[in-house]
Nanobody, 126 residues
Framework: VQLQASGGGLVQAGGSLILSCAASGRENSRYHVAWFRQVPGKEREFVATLTRGSGDTYVADSVKGRSTISRNNADNTVYLQMNNLKPEDTAVYYC????????????????????WGQGTLVTVSS
């Protein structure tokens, strides 16, 4: 599967963005899909994940209450809605996919994902 992340941009603190992760090659419902983010000099950080089975979601504490991950099977896209953005949310955001061993387990370590999108930059100004 090929992943294409988009939707990043410059936004003021308190604003919102919707990031998109479009999948091609295979239906994204066959995969667990997650969002990660990375700032220069730091490790890639987990943000949110969605299971390939029931579509259950899990988000990191750093964005809990402000971010929602969802899937639209009709357009084969996974979305990350981010609200009340903070300057510390500034990063390059990556989407990733894995088949996984379990349809209902949450996957949130970078080494669990075989497929990665190219990243989209989110900049939050104070």
């Amino acid at each position: 599967v090929q992943l294409q992340a988009s939707g990043g941009g410059l936004v003021q603190a308190g604003g919102s963005l919707i990031l998109s992760c479009a999948a091609s090659g295979r239906e994204n419902s066959r995969y667990h899909v997650a969002w990660f983010r990375q700032v220069p000099g730091k490790e890639r950080e987990f943000v949110a994940t969605l299971t390939r089975g029931s579509g259950d979601t899990y988000v990191a504490d750093s964005v809990k209450g402000r971010s929602t991950i969802s899937r639209n099977n009709a357009d084969n896209t996974v979305y990350l809605q981010m609200n009340n953005l903070k300057p510390e949310d500034t990063a390059v955001y990556y989407c990733a996919a894995t088949v996984g061993y379990s349809s209902e387990a949450f996957y949130y370590f970078t080494n669990e994902f075989e497929y990665w999108g190219q990243g989209t930059l989110v900049t939050v100004s104070s």
